[in-house]
């Protein structure tokens, strides 16, 4: 069995005067120690499915299995990475890293030795005293992901944790977490607009169209890019040719939905 599954989802949002479908019949499934991303048109669903199976978001229909156990509530399997990184500003990067641990009870002599190696992973050891204010965006999204990897989870949800950062920042971190997640063998779920990342860190892609969200199609990263860092795979010429073929499916879909 595989490691996630996603089975029949449908969603909707109900409020007062309206009902919005947000996911219709949403099947996949992920193997351990896989990075797959989604990439659609805003609108389409991704944040609500990432949420549910977070265990954040109940869906109308549908069951999430990971490891064999269906979720139906947030589980220290689940690691959960969003935008903004939600480091308390009163804190060391030390408390604010270790604060999870703390609340499941797991702060022990061996976790703190782990999250001090996570640090040195992350090249943010030097810091640990410090405050989140007194960091730039970058180190924040460093300590934001050291955090999520402290409780040990074994999926982590990454909903467009790069896109606040510039540019330069942003693909030296992208090389940094796939080779951190490769190095602790975590099974990853990135929710992207940038269709560059998306090719340039996953396994596999999913396409989403929306009004209602589903799987358009699925893309898997040919192998040349998958053995390659991040960075590097961008500079393959196998990385363009997939880019215009998303590019494309993206740009139909979208025209789609304008009309
Ligand atoms: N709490 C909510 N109440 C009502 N409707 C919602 C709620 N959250 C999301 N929606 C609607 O559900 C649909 C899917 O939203 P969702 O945020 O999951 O899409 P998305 O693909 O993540 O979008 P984006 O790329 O813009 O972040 C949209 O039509 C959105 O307006």
Not at 131 to 140: E, I, V
Not at 181 to 195: M, N, P, R, Y
Request: net charge neutral.
């Amino acid at each position: 069995m595989p490691f996630l599954t996603v089975e029949h989802i449908h969603h909707i949002y109900f409020t007062k005067d309206s009902a919005t479908v947000a996911l219709e019949d949403v099947q996949l499934s992920v193997e351990e120690g896989e990075f797959v991303s989604f990439l659609g048109p805003s609108g389409c669903g991704k944040t609500t499915l990432l949420s549910i199976i977070a265990g954040l978001i109940k869906p109308v229909e549908g069951t999430v299995t990971i490891a064999n156990k269906v979720i139906s509530k947030p589980d220290s399997v689940i690691g959960y990475m969003l935008q903004q990184d939600y480091l308390f500003p009163w804190k060391t990067i030390e408390e604010n890293v270790t604060l999870g641990l703390k609340v499941i009870g797991k702060k022990t002599k061996e976790s703190k030795r782990t999250t001090l190696s996570l640090l040195k992973t992350m090249g943010i050891d030097s810091v640990e005293n410090q405050y989140p204010g007194q960091l730039s965006g970058g180190m924040r999204q460093r300590a934001a992901l050291v955090r999520t990897l402290a409780t040990n989870p074994k999926i982590l949800l990454l909903d467009e944790p790069f896109s606040a950062l510039d540019y330069q920042t942003k693909l030296k971190l992208e090389d940094l977490v796939v080779e951190t997640l490769k190095e602790f063998k975590k099974t990853a779920l990135l929710v992207t607009h940038d269709i560059g990342e998306a090719i340039a860190m996953s396994d596999r892609i999913f396409v989403f169209s929306s009004k209602p969200g589903k799987i358009n199609r699925t893309y898997v990263v040919p192998k040349e890019l998958r053995e390659l860092t991040p960075f590097d795979a961008r500079q393959h010429p196998s990385f363009s040719l997939l880019f215009q073929q998303i590019w494309k499916e993206l740009d139909q879909l979208e025209t789609k939905n304008d009309h």
